[in-house]
């Protein structure tokens, strides 16, 4: 018996540059809330935040949709990361409780064992600032990643000043970069609200809240507190363009619909603004949870798929546990920032008893889901925006910006135009014939248009992408596999991916295939042999 | 052919929609032949669709019917695999020069020609190469394709000649009677058949077994990277440093490489796909062969199941008993392969033997002495359970 065949992966992982028993990911209420109680009850916790990121990963609009909306400032690293510390106190708290806060970093991969991987020493979590890349072991993780920004395409949302309201919040907020005066809200529910709210609060002026429902959805007092400010509130209407004579926003057209989303002929008005913000919904980042394996199901009234947690905000896989936005968001959320909180707690307090912590007193775990009704999930919500757009909009517009691919690309499920290929056969293929074959299944589709394909890793198109799909199928969310994630989750620079930490073996050993010395053998020469590399095979082989 | 079509069957039936499968249904069914591929997921889902794209092997004796083809697949397919023709090799090293310097002679050899680049040669053809590199090899053979479009197009265009693909129809038995495989059984159903190829990647030795034939095969799992899109270079084939790949007509550079995991696949699910941060050492590697793109975005990866047989070489063969079944695996090798693998495939199962390679050095009988513990001995094993529940206990 031979040891194990040096050219696999046996023993050439790096061991993780530290090793900490608890890693918190994410520094919003939920996060810090979990750090803190895992760290008073005796545990060792590192809390790892992306915030403040840089101005490339933003202008890629990563994690949230900034549109280009960020002014100079951010380009100050040190300044941002003053900003960022002291607009959330709650970092301090967790500094003083003993957590190993670390900011400006971000969550890539993360790389556990299973039935496919068995050569990790133990579960590691990809970590990446500006400069370098790391790996960190965990005994438990807690994912606290929060949500991400929803966006639907008009024609001219290239254009820079297209938002969502999670990136137009981090800009007024966390960043106090927000490089726009006059904005226009998408949505009239609580975030849209909440959002116009924030932006006057900052002196930025809200040039109407565009609403395609024929109601008002958020709360009504607040609505007429925005009204009495001076904000107008356009009801029954959608976005069909957006202008600029540049490559920004300068204004946008607006139309009123009727109640089945075709627009009013006649009724188009041109509204000045330099950004438009979509503030319609988010949906719960479940990349690592993904990575991690954990169980995810589709609940709409928790914005599309969560983890399946138990009641102590344990997933399914028994050393990752998950607290926040990510675990559901739903708007109601917005107006309670304790339940967050509540949760952080306790699945902090959960993940530090699973590590031997002393049980605590029993905390109140059970996340409050908001009366359920079909108004409240927000895809049937997004499909009727969806529809408004088309009908003012068209089918030649944008849905993957990255990757210029239109709806009607989409749907008709056409190769990418620079390959610029035309066949009888290619003609007659589409969805439909496509739906023939199988299910539904969003990555399959991307791999035929590309859409989703982009640097900005589907979060400006995922969605839409879904919803589009969904409505040309006649089909909904929920039948449609989870489109998959796959490292690194952030789109890192190749010199900062770099392991600075590759064990030696890795070089020695590197082969581009196996290193089998008979596999690329020409075949008038070969010998059929299970044997060591002679001499000569191994010059075909190996490099080194 | 009796091209007897039932209802409920087919003239042949292929288990296993990857590359092998596909090409050799297409290359029936464009004969008229009644062929019916059953997949267990989506078409070309595992290792077929994800992996190098590279199409050249004329070490291979699929290799001369692989140089003649690929030229010519977009137009028989009807459908783009983005095939682009030539390759360059280069080195960031003496070896490395040597390495690329006998893959180039080796084409020599079958008579196709290639020339030795110098630095500066190099960089005119590849801007992004830095001062590490010292030379190369331009081979004006060869090349590259799209392997995710390469096998929807094999798909589609086995429909457009009246055959037929089940997906989601995993095969769970066959039967035989009198010698002869009568029925393949699957989760919907049983598929009358006269003739049956198994190409079902790693799932292959099972099927084999089920037959009282020993296939030796290892299941292994591979990594690659994908950027963001650059501007197109000259030639999109550019390779070396231990990396297989190339830029994609978007502009994309997808590479791979480096060390492969030996594992099991106990049954005829396919486990998720799993990375590991084997990514890292790949953007290395690409950074080192790429310098001028070291700032690129990686945005993506993935992993593949491929299998291999102890000699890392092809089994294609028909059995002799029972005697209406063609056995496939390319042994991890199998895209750049398959327009030919797939037409010799197509006259195994029409003549009972391939009219355009000598197919004998690929016969299963070269392992009726490989020890059934063979993984073990070669050090191929996947890595034990105790490995696996020392590793942190997620369920």
Known sequence: MRGPDPRSIVGKVPPPERHVPLIVVGAGPAGVAAAIEAARAGVEVMLVDEHPVDNDMMAMDVPLCFGQRMDGSVRNRALMLERVVETNPDLAAAHDAGVDVQLGTYVWGA??????????????????????????????????????????????????????????????????ALAARRVVVLGSGALALHTAELALEHGVEVAGIVEVDGRLRGDAALAKTLADRGVPFLLSHTIQSARGRTGEIESVVLVSVNRDGSPVAGSEREIACDAVCWAVGLVPNVELLHLVGARLRFVSQLGGWVPEVDARLRTSVATVFAAGDCVGFHESRLAAPDIARAEGRAAGRAAAESLGAARG???????????????????????????????????????????????????????????????????????????????????????????????????????????????????????????????????????????????????????????????????????????????????????? | MAGMARTNGASVVIVGGGVTGLSAGWWLARVGVDVLVLEKGIVGWEASGRNGGGATHVYSPFGLEEQRLWPQMDELLGYPTEYQSCRIGIALSETQLALARRWAEIGETRGFRWELLDRRQLKELVPIVGDNAIGGTYLHFGGHANPQRTVQGYAWALQDHGGRILQHTTVTGLT???????????????????????????????????????????????????????????????????????????????????????????????????????????????????????HVRLIRSWSGLVENTPDGLPVVERLAQPDNVVIATMSSVGFGLSPAVGRAISELVRHGRCQFADLGALALGRFADTPRDWRERAGWAAASPAIEAAAGGDD
Request: aromatic letters at 6%.
């Open chain 2, 176 to 294: 035989q009677r009198g010698g002869r495989i009568t029925a393949v059984e699957t989760t919907r159903g049983a598929f009358g058949a006269d003739v049956v190829v198994i190409a079902a990647g790693p799932q292959t030795g099972a099927f084999a077994d089920m037959l009282g034939a020993w296939l030796p095969l290892a299941p292994a799992r591979v990594e690659m990277v994908a950027t963001e899109p650059i501007p197109l270079m000259r030639v999109g084939g550019v390779a070396g440093n231990g990396l297989y790949g190339r830029q994609t007509l978007r502009g994309n550079l997808v590479y791979g490489g480096g060390p492969h995991e030996w594992i099991n696949v106990p049954d005829m699910t396919t486990p998720d796909h799993a990375n590991t941060p084997l990514v890292r050492s790949l953007a290395r590697r690409l950074a080192e062969l790429l310098p001028g793109a070291a």
């Open chain 1, 361 to 544: 007193p029993e905390a109140e775990t059970r996340r409050r889901v908001a009366a359920a009704s079909a108004a409240d999930e927000p895809h049937g919500y997004w499909r009727s925006w969806l529809d408004s757009l088309i009908a003012a909009g068209g089918w030649e517009v944008n849905v993957c910006q990255c990757e210029e691919v239109t709806r009607r690309e989409l749907v008709e499920t056409k190769p990418p135009r620079y390959l610029a290929w035309r066949s009888s056969q290619m003609s007659a293929r589409s969805l439909e014939t496509l739906l023939r074959d199988g299910p539904l299944n969003q990555d399959q589709i991307k791999r035929l248009t590309r859409a989703g394909m982009g640097p900005c890793q589907s979060r400006r198109c995922r969605e839409q992408v879904g919803l589009l799909l969904a409505r040309a199928a006649d089909t909904s969310l929920d039948r449609i596999p989870l489109p998959t994630f796959r490292p690194p989750i952030r789109p890192l620079p190749l010199n900062v991916l770099w392991p600075a930490d590759e064990p030696a073996a890795m070089r020695e050993e590197w082969v581009s295939w196996f290193g089998i010395p008979t596999q690329f053998s020409p075949h008038w020469t070969a010998g059929m042999a299970i044997d060591e590399p002679t001499a000569h095979t191994r010059l075909i082989m190996s490099d080194e």
């Open chain 1, 111 to 176: 790389f556990v064992n299973g039935p496919a991987v068995q050569e990790l020493p133990v579960s590691m979590l990809g970590l990446a600032d500006d400069r370098r890349s790391w790996l960190v072991g965990y005994d438990r993780l807690i994912v606290a990643a929060g949500a991400r920004d929803v966006l639907l395409g008009f024609p001219g949302w290239e254009r820079a000043g297209t938002l969502g309201a999670g990136g137009a919040t981090a800009l007024l907020t966390r960043y106090r």
